[in-house]
T-cell receptor, first 117, second 113 residues
Framework: AQKVTQAQTEISVVEKEDVTLDCVYE???????LFWYKQPPSGELVFLIR??????QNEISGRYSWNFQKSTSSFNFTITASQVVDSAVYFC??????????????FGPGTRLSVLP | DGGITQSPKYLFRKEGQNVTLSCEQN?????MYWYRQDPGQGLRLIYY???????QKGDIAEGYSVSREKKESFPLTVTSAQKNPTAFYLC????????????FGPGTRLTVL
């Protein structure tokens, strides 16, 4: 069965520090998709990135970067030069590529990031 | 603007009452989902629907019911059979193909008094 682990429950950093959020996943499928979402205090989940299992290239978007390593089943998320507005709960998620797509979208438990001024 | 709307944002109900949470999307997505989130916890799937007039139970469907009469709408009813309904409820939608990202509404915070 698929599973997503985010071992860091809470992280606190001071503004301008870099921070990496870890995500480790388990799946038996060779085709799957990984996601990161941000949940600010308002509650709405904001989609950040989607990555398929055949694309191991790292991705950078502004201060955000993602490191996908199939060898270690990890999809880590780094925020460079963190800002107070980055304070949120971040969720990693996994979806296997089957027809009944709704049933197999699994979220990790989340990591609460606090960026202090 | 395309998106997902949920109403109301805050909802209070007395124990023993049924209550319906609204979810509407104008993204033309086929699939819609309901999740429950408890304080400090992750998301748990209640129900999902891949197409109009069809829906499937998720991991925690007991005490909940849904309908999908229109593509745009996927209301969730929290019945009196749900033993601990106080939680944050999130609705989401996605395109029809597998592995697509889900887009979320702003959520409804339900409190049972």
């Amino acid at each position: 069965a698929q599973k997503v682990t985010q071992a860091q429950t809470e992280i606190s950093v001071v503004e301008k520090e870099d921070v990496t959020l870890d995500c480790v996943y388990e799946t038996r499928d060779t085709t799957y998709y990984l996601f990161w979402y941000k949940q600010p205090p308002s509650g709405e989940l904001v989609f950040l990135i989607r990555r398929n299992s055949f694309d191991e290239q790292n991705e950078i978007s502004g201060r955000y970067s993602w490191n996908f390593q199939k060898s270690t089943s990890s999809f880590n998320f780094t925020i460079t030069a963190s800002q107070v507005v980055d304070s949120a709960v971040y969720f990693c998620a996994l979806s296997e590529a089957v027809d009944n797509y709704g049933q197999n979208f699994v979220f990790g438990p989340g990591t609460r990031l606090s960026v202090l001024p | 603007d395309g998106g997902i709307t949920q109403s109301p944002k805050y909802l209070f109900r007395k124990e023993g009452q049924n209550v319906t949470l609204s979810c509407e999307q104008n993204l033309n997505h086929d699939a819609m989902y309901w999740y429950r989130q408890d304080p400090g916890q992750g998301l748990r799937l209640i129900y999902y629907s891949q197409i109009v007039n069809d829906f499937q139970k998720g991991d925690i469907a007991e005490g909940y019911s849904v309908s999908r009469e229109k593509k745009e709408s996927f209301p969730l009813t929290v019945t009196s059979a749900q033993k601990n309904p106080t939680a944050f409820y999130l609705c989401a939608s996605s395109k029809s193909s597998g592995g697509r990202e889900q887009f979320f509404g702003p959520g409804t915070r339900l409190t049972v008094l």
